[in-house]
């Protein structure tokens, strides 16, 4: 027979609990229910599935992705990647998927960017800039996106002809077909560098994080700057001289009608990135500016009694608390604005929403569109909120 050991403060652990399956017991009742619940679940999606398969055969409309296959016959008119109507429709999915991405990214950095200097704004001491960052917020948030889309989209449409682009600064096209700007292309051999420079970033942060953990052991400080030039800009630089890598601008020009050169973001997608970034920039700036308030007023007594700048005194002191605040409700605003990218069918930007409705008209496959339209948008939030999840546990205070 075996007894519990005292523990060190002389008390007896609790006894463990052992699961009884015993007939009427607690834990078989709780089993019984749960394999009751997910077999009635699993009949009604059955059920279900069943009754739509014959509803369809009855109507003669087939089933399936093997349509996936077939050319797609449709114009993609901005695309990232090389497209053809001779293309199939899974290309055409995988073009409209990289076209929300390039919207849901792109977005997210600039909406946080932007809300982020609204919301400090919103606390400054400057009566005018506080007042102009608060009507920013307040008019924002309280139109509908789908007004501010058209708002820009009509907007972007009435800007000049190719002809007459207003040219804000030197090599820069404002018109009715876009916003134009120089480019530098992008080759194999610049694949390379700039793989090379990522993978110094990622080298440069784990000697960083080795050196400060080194200081905080004999306290003496080691500088990081000669890793971060060795390993982000003289490393990338050894690569390109290896290689022979050429780094050009091309600079757009107007020839006839249209510009040539350049890198082109059409009206559609300008309009739309504005109209996300703005209305979520918003509701980012009362995110932050509410994370920057619940931060005890202690620790800025503190870091004035020091004499630290407030510039400094914000970024490396308030800023790391607010964030235990900032980013949980800061993950529901990127998974809207990832969301209300499905908007832009309203202006005709071609994401996956507008590229999937259109294959739904010329095949009729309408749940398998549907349903790729919803595996696309659920495995992109599923990955903010992941990465978002893993940033708020690794910021979390950990009590001692």
Do not use: H
């Amino acid at each position: 027979m075996t007894t519990d050991s005292p523990t060190t403060d002389g008390s007896r652990p609790a006894p463990r609990r052992r699961f009884s399956f015993a007939l009427g017991s607690r834990e078989l009742k709780g089993l019984f229910w749960q394999v009751l619940v997910v077999g009635i679940a699993v009949a009604i999606i059955a059920f279900l599935w069943s009754n739509t398969v014959t509803n369809l055969s009855a109507r003669r409309i087939t089933t399936g992705f093997a349509f996936l296959g077939r050319e797609a016959g449709m114009p993609i008119a901005d695309s990232l990647l090389s497209y053809s109507p001779q293309n199939t429709y899974l290309w055409a999915f995988v073009v409209g998927v990289t076209n929300t991405l390039r919207v849901a990214v792109i977005g997210i950095v600039l909406a946080t960017i932007l809300g982020t200097i609204v919301g400090i704004s919103r606390l400054s001491a400057n009566w005018l800039l506080s007042r102009i960052a608060a009507v920013y917020v307040e008019v924002l948030r309280d139109i509908p996106l789908l007004l501010q889309l058209l708002f820009w989209y009509v907007l972007m449409q009435a800007l000049p002809a190719a002809r007459a682009a207003w040219r804000p600064i030197e090599g820069v096209f404002l018109s009715n077909r876009g916003l134009i700007l120089p480019s530098i292309p992008v080759g194999e051999g610049q694949l390379w560098v700039l793989g090379t420079a990522a993978v110094g970033c990622v080298a440069f942060y784990l000697v960083r994080r080795y050196l400060i953990a080194q200081q905080m052991r004999d306290g003496r400080p080691r500088p990081a700057w000669p890793y971060g030039v060795g390993f982000i800009v003289l490393l990338p630089g050894l690569v390109s001289w290896a290689l022979g890598v050429s780094w050009s601008v091309a600079w757009p020009e107007l020839r006839g009608f249209n510009f040539v050169g350049g890198m082109t973001l059409a009206p559609e997608y300008f309009a739309l990135l504005i109209a996300l970034v703005t209305y979520t920039s918003a509701f980012i700036a009362e995110i932050v500016r509410s994370g920057i308030q619940a931060v005890p007023r202690g620790q800025w007594d503190a870091a004035n009694a020091l004499g630290l700048k407030r510039s400094f005194m914000l970024r490396q002191i308030i800023l790391p608390q607010a964030l235990r605040v900032i980013v949980p409700p800061m993950t529901s605003q990127y998974l809207n604005l990832t969301k209300n990218s499905s908007l832009a069918v309203a202006i005709g930007y071609q994401d996956v929403v507008s590229i999937a409705n259109t294959t739904l008209n010329q095949t009729g496959q309408a749940i398998e569109a549907i349903a790729l339209i919803m595996a696309v948008f659920l495995t992109i939030s599923l990955g903010i909120s992941f990465f978002m999840n893993w940033y708020n546990a690794r910021i979390a205070l950990v009590e001692r």
